[in-house]
């Protein structure tokens, strides 16, 4: 499957295993307090370099805007956690 940025970038999404989305959903260490990830910036670093197929260096995380960055961590998000997708079996 491919995303498409409001900036025009593409990016192709890899093909997430039941494990590796439970290590994603783990890494957001959620603050009791204010109900957001403890480290949002490592958050959304982790969750791209983890589910973004990524071969070409301009799209890698730390070329993108932080725009960029939310964005398609809010669609890796919708995608995986909020949408609930089944994620394919373990290897």
């Not at 970038?9 to 957001?36: A, W």
């Amino acid at each position: 499957m491919k995303v498409k940025l409001k900036s025009g970038k593409e990016y192709s999404l890899k093909n997430i295993g039941r494990d590796e989305l439970d290590d994603m959903i783990d890494f957001m260490d959620i603050n009791p307090d204010t109900g957001m990830p403890s480290k949002p910036y490592k958050s959304m670093t982790f969750w791209i370099r983890s589910a973004v197929d990524v071969k070409d260096e301009d799209l890698m995380p730390d070329k993108m805007s932080m725009e960029e960055r939310v964005e398609l961590f809010n669609i890796l998000q919708s995608k995986y956690v909020l949408g609930e997708e089944i994620a394919s079996s373990s290897k």
